[in-house]
């Protein structure tokens, strides 16, 4: 799971916990973004990639992100650059403060105790933490993505049994606090030709010499303005690609889901559910159930132990007690979507399709992820229905009233300069979220949907069709922030998704149904046309009232 050749086996109970979240879907999405992650690119890409891998495999990031990052100014549009670039960084970053609490350990072992401590204050429940445990061999992986990097994979973590204690290698190191020179002195003296002495390290010395160079490279990399630039590279995925899966994920998890659900979970059953954990992992089904059914008799609101014994179920064969446990997460956590995602999967597996498209749709009004699309999509397709959610590239992005700049401007006369102008008319009665107050300009109550009415306005009839006929619908308002929905656009969304749970059920209905004949009408009334003809009509429609006012 983690990226680089050199990896640490110092996670904490907290970041194992936070990234289970993740497995039950994982487990089933694995083929789909594989998939889309491994296209056909041209050689002279592919060997500029494989290069940055190696720079990244080698600890020298920022080479290797130099080289990720012009190809996705070569390519803004390919999703492929834009998915190696992010899943890259934010392996690194996992990497990162671990690095920070070894380098500390190795240069100054007075400090160990000080430093964890600060560090483990500091750490968000989605960061790598440290244990000082020393850097086994075993953990070796090289820098790979996958199209969807959202935790670890179910088959990694449930069909693989876990090595016998045997077969484990021993470990590099025996002590996470020793140093230098404790370690690397263990050498065999050998002589030059001028009789000089050569300190000539043994096979397990360059390797600890190799593991020290990258924790000293690594520690020399601030964690909060990479956090930073991977927020802001995610970000510029999700404006121009469609399918960045795994930008997607990154922005949830940083932006959104920053608080622990089970920070205040009794010790006990934290130690059962990790007891539950590794049974699961070792395949130990039965065993698992005991250890998280006690964590949940200890306390029943761990929403963590819902959804892993959710998983468990699911796996012994048990799919109505799976559903029982993936509801009460839900219900301890509406503000989550993996239990409506687990929900959703276990029905698509069981063929109930109809079932697994309402639990998707349900998750996606929770935060429109991804690939949750992408899964309601599949979803569909085996219903026998066409789904688009009409998706719309942005050339800049959502307005942002609490800024007095513009991070992209748009070109003039197009309708991108529209909304961006759409902003000053409004921004009194905006809110740092874009949420308007009572006023007398507008009835709106998203600062989105009146730039888009804007839009719509003050532009040709041929532009935006599907826009127009939502807005004639009285849907406008899904599709820009449900259809074309940006990290940037959260609160708003949220906001909308909390007040408006049939609409988005009807929405939902709408594009799977766009290709009926009930919609035929609207269908073609804002069919795209030739732009030509559009502007002829457009051009008699405004000289027809200058006629009028010369026969006057």
């Known amino acids: 799971m983690l990226p680089l050749k050199l990896t640490f086996t110092c996670m904490n109970n907290c970041f194992r916990i936070i990234f289970l979240f993740f497995c039950f879907q994982s487990f089933l999405q694995i083929a789909h973004a594989q998939k889309k992650v491994d296209q056909v690119i041209p ?51 996992a990497q990162l403060r671990p690095a920070y609490v070894e380098y500390e350990n190795y240069t100054n072992p007075s400090k160990k105790d000080s430093l964890q401590n600060e560090n483990n204050d500091e750490l968000s429940e989605h960061e790598t933490r440290t244990k000082n445990q020393p850097i086994a061999k075993k953990d070796t992986v090289e820098v790979e993505w996958n199209g969807l990097d959202t935790g670890p994979r179910k088959e990694d973590k449930i069909k693989r049994k876990r090595q016998k204690e045997e077969e484990v290698e021993e470990p590099i190191m025996t002590e996470a606090t020793v140093t230098i020179d404790s370690s690397l002195l263990k050498e065999d003296i050998i002589m030059d030709e001028d009789g000089a002495p050569i300190m000539k390290l043994n096979k397990r010395d360059r390797t600890l010499e190799k593991q020290l160079k990258a924790i000293s490279e690594l520690s020399q990399i601030p964690y909060d303005s990479y956090k930073e630039d991977l927020i802001r590279n995610a970000r510029k995925a999700t404006l121009q690609v469609e399918y960045a899966d795994s930008a997607s994920a990154y922005l949830r998890e940083f932006l959104v889901d920053t608080l622990n659900p089970d920070m205040n979970i009794d010790p006990l059953a934290l130690v059962a559910f990790e007891n539950g954990y590794e049974e699961v992992q070792g395949d130990d089904l039965i065993a698992a159930r005991k250890h998280l059914e006690k964590a949940l008799e200890i306390s029943p609101d761990y929403y963590s132990a819902h959804l892993v014994l959710g998983d468990t179920w699911y796996l012994i064969g048990k799919d109505s007690n799976a559903i029982v446990e993936y509801t009460k997460a839900g219900l301890l956590q509406p503000l989550r979507p993996e239990p409506l995602i687990s929900l959703s999967l276990l029905n698509y597996q069981r063929g109930k399709f109809n079932e697994a498209a309402i639990a998707c749709i349900q998750a996606i009004a929770v935060y429109p992820q991804q690939h949750y ?30 800024q007095n700049y513009f991070e992209l401007t748009a070109k003039e006369n197009t309708p991108w300069w529209i909304y961006q102008a759409a902003e000053p008319d409004i921004h009194e009665f905006s809110d740092t979220s874009g949420i308007l107050s009572l006023n007398e300009k507008t009835t709106e109550r998203y600062l989105e949907v009146y730039a888009w009415k804007k839009i719509l306005k003050d532009t ?38 909390k007040y408006n749970p049939e609409r988005i059920n009807e929405y939902f209905y709408i594009l799977m149904n766009w290709e009926d004949k009930k919609f035929d009408k609207v269908r073609k009334e804002f069919a795209p046309k030739k732009k030509g003809e559009d502007k002829k009509k457009d051009k008699k429609i405004k000289e027809e009232p200058a006629k009028k006012e010369e026969k006057k």
């Not at 999509?377 to 998706?391: A, E, P, Y």
């Not at 935006?464 to 006929?469: I, M, N, S």
């Open 43 to 93: 050689d002279a890409e592919k060997r500029k990639v494989l290069k940055a891998k190696k720079l990244f495999n080698e600890y020298k990031i920022y080479d290797g992100e130099r080289i990720l990052k012009e190809l996705v100014r070569e390519h803004p549009y390919e999703y492929y650059y834009h998915e190696a670039l992010v899943q890259l960084q934010r392996q690194v970053l």
């Open 373 to 402: 699309i992408q899964l309601l999509k599949r979803i569909v397709k085996k219903i026998g229905k066409d789904f688009n959610t009409q998706w719309m590239r942005r050339e800049v992005y959502p307005l942002n009233p609490s």
């Open 460 to 497: 040709a009839n041929f532009e935006l069709p599907f826009a127009r006929a939502m807005n004639k619908m009285g849907f406008l308002d899904c599709y820009v922030l449900i259809s074309c929905f940006h990290q940037d656009l959260y609160k708003q969304f949220s906001d909308f998704a």
